[in-house]
């Protein structure tokens, strides 16, 4: 769930913004509707023909098996997903592309890191070694043979972040060039002590590391560390080693990566601690200095030397995107949406090396295919087009969506809206409905209509300070201002309640999210993936029937966006 935002947010204006986007929220559940969120007697509305647990759990099982090795772009894994997608999409008899083709191209490079085995880290009359993997993580989208940094001066520049619109500068007075920045994960907000700094705990912009790797090459950086801390990060360590290490993918750039910092990497918390240590600091002060305005950067009085060898290659990866034409404004477009690709093949954890990626994002790829199937079965057909939309590279940033929106295949200033799928539940149906990003556009008010019909209630994202709404490919869309929705049950099991949810996504989270445990399983109760794939699809029914288009709220940032980047539909 990640977006290679130098393609998109280059200057500040924009990146203000979207320091906002993500509304606040209690992180006690509050519904949104008189829907009583304890009645069971509100019937389920009856699924839409092709919507069903069994045929989702069909295709879960398909794309998640070992054959088609974790779906990471440029293997043979792709080959076999890609296919399987336009196949079934073929199967429905829905059109292929404005291209003639069930894809579009992405152009990509990958560069497969193999960083030294130590950083070492020098001064004060005493060195430091850190481990790779163990201690750190490091990185570069430079497309050289090798890079390095040798000797180079560290300095601790808090969040890394600069936001006129909240008189933050942690670059301020610094001249950071051809040094290595040290800062912390998310943003000043995220310790929660002012709810007034920044968007207390809900996370912005400014928290996302890809913002931060911007930022210090924005400043001449010849490198940046990301302390890592679990909880502001919203997943352990093991998934930065198994994330950011191997082969990865950036989008291809005329500079071939030359503006981006030779170093991009994490440290551990207690890495960082010991690197605080060494330069006579003391971490948790540092981090405290750090969370009030005013902080000025601090040079640590040490340096820090690695490398890292890269293997390059630059070839294109592929969405895939299939058609239903609408019958009464087919020039009008409503886009669903599901990334196909996982991890592939990485490091053995118990002896299996293949992250399936069966809830991420398997998952949402099988609820895309019913859906699909649903519209073509349906008896009323749809007066505008429907766009199905699998995308490549969302595991690598968000990749094969943001190019999308760089290059549509169909008018931005005519696609109505784009319905995402994500990680989808499997632990049956839910009461709730939780709208990431709730009150940003009307289609909050279309999704609370159709979760009404389930007998379900709506809320915002519970847990705003994982930056969610930055996270998987709706946002690639609501950047250039098309209405987005992503919205899934992840709160309250209709069965077994609110304690049984959260203790099932504590364990996905710690035990499966982006690691080889994360495989189907027969035991699943993909009731709550049904239930969600009927909602979405109701939704798009019912814009696909209308003649209006959906609008950002008063407030929402994109309302401006949409307003002045499509002509203010």
């Not at 779906?71 to 592309?97: H, I, S, V």
């Not at 302390?227 to 998934?239: E, L």
């Not at 990334?339 to 790829?365: E, F, K, R, T």
Request: glycine letters at 10%; one cysteine or more.
């Amino acid at each position: 769930m990640r977006l290679p935002y130098s393609l998109l947010f280059g200057n500040a204006l924009l990146l203000s913004l979207l320091a906002g986007c993500q509304s606040k929220s209690s992180s006690t559940a509050t519904t949104t509707d008189d829907t009583d969120a304890a009645t069971d007697s509100i019937a389920i509305a009856a699924p839409p023909d092709g919507i069903t647990a069994a045929s989702i759990a069909e295709h879960i099982k398909v794309l998640s098996s070992n054959e088609f090795q974790g779906r990471k772009p440029f293997t043979p894994g792709e080959a076999k997903t890609t296919a399987y997608l336009a196949d079934e999409f073929k199967k429905l008899g829905l059109k292929p592309g404005p291209n003639g083709s069930y894809f579009q191209d992405v152009p990509l490079v990958e560069i497969t890191g193999m960083p030294a085995p130590t950083m070492t880290v020098a001064g004060q009359g005493k060195s430091l070694t850190l481990n790779y993997k163990t201690d750190y993580v490091a990185f570069t989208e430079q497309e050289k043979p090798v890079v390095a940094v040798q000797n180079s001066p560290l300095v601790f520049a808090g969040y890394g972040v600069v936001a006129p619109e909240y008189g933050w500068d942690d670059y301020a007075g610094r001249d950071v060039r051809g040094k290595t920045v040290v800062v912390l994960v998310n943003d000043p907000g995220n310790a929660g002590a002012d709810s007034t700094v920044f968007k207390g705990q809900a996370m912005t912009y400014y928290g996302r590391w890809t913002y931060k790797y911007e930022e210090a090459a924005r400043h001449g950086a010849a490198g940046l560390l990301i302390v890592h801390d679990t909880k502001p990060a919203a997943y352990p360590w093991s998934v930065v080693q198994s994330s950011w290490s191997g082969a990865k993918l950036y989008p291809q750039t005329p500079d071939k990566g030359a503006s981006k910092c030779a170093l991009e990497g994490w440290v551990t918390l207690d890495a960082a601690k010991r690197l605080f240590a060494a330069a006579g600091q003391n971490y948790e002060e540092a981090y405290a200095a750090a969370n009030k305005k005013g902080f000025k950067p601090r040079p640590l009085n040490l340096t820090v030397s690695t490398s890292i060898r890269n293997k390059i290659r630059r070839t294109a990866s592929k969405n895939v995107v299939a058609v239903l034409p609408g019958t009464t404004r087919a020039d009008e477009y409503i886009v669903y949406t599901a990334h196909w690709d996982h991890l592939g093949i990485g490091p053995a954890v118990n002896g299996d090396s293949i992250y399936n990626g069966a809830v991420d994002n398997a998952s949402g790829c099988a609820a895309l295919l019913d859906i699909a199937k649903a519209f073509t079965q349906a008896k009323t057909k749809p007066g505008r087009t429907i766009v199905f939309l699998a995308v490549t590279g969302e595991e690598q940033g968000l990749l094969g969506s943001a190019y999308y929106a760089a290059h549509p295949l169909y008018p931005l200033a005519k696609t109505v809206a784009d319905l995402n799928m994500d990680a989808l539940s499997v632990n049956g149906p839910m009461k709730d409905l939780t709208v990431i990003g709730y009150g940003q556009s009307e289609l909050d008010d279309y999704a609370r209509a159709a979760a009404k019909e389930q007998g379900r209630y709506i809320l915002p994202d519970q847990t705003p300070e994982k930056g969610s709404f930055f996270r998987s490919d709706h946002f690639s869309f609501a950047h250039v201002g098309v209405p987005a929705l992503d919205a899934n049950g992840r709160f309250e099991s209709r069965a077994n309640g609110r304690a049984f949810t959260k203790e099932r996504s504590e364990d996905y989270e710690a035990h499966r999210y982006h690691q080889p445990a994360d495989e189907y399983d027969p035991k699943w109760d993909l009731g709550g993936v049904e239930q969600d794939a009927r909602l979405l699809f109701r939704v798009g029914q019912r814009l696909a029937g209308e003649t209006t288009f959906p609008k950002w709220k008063t407030g929402s940032e994109f309302k401006a966006i949409r307003e002045k980047s499509l002509g203010g539909v």
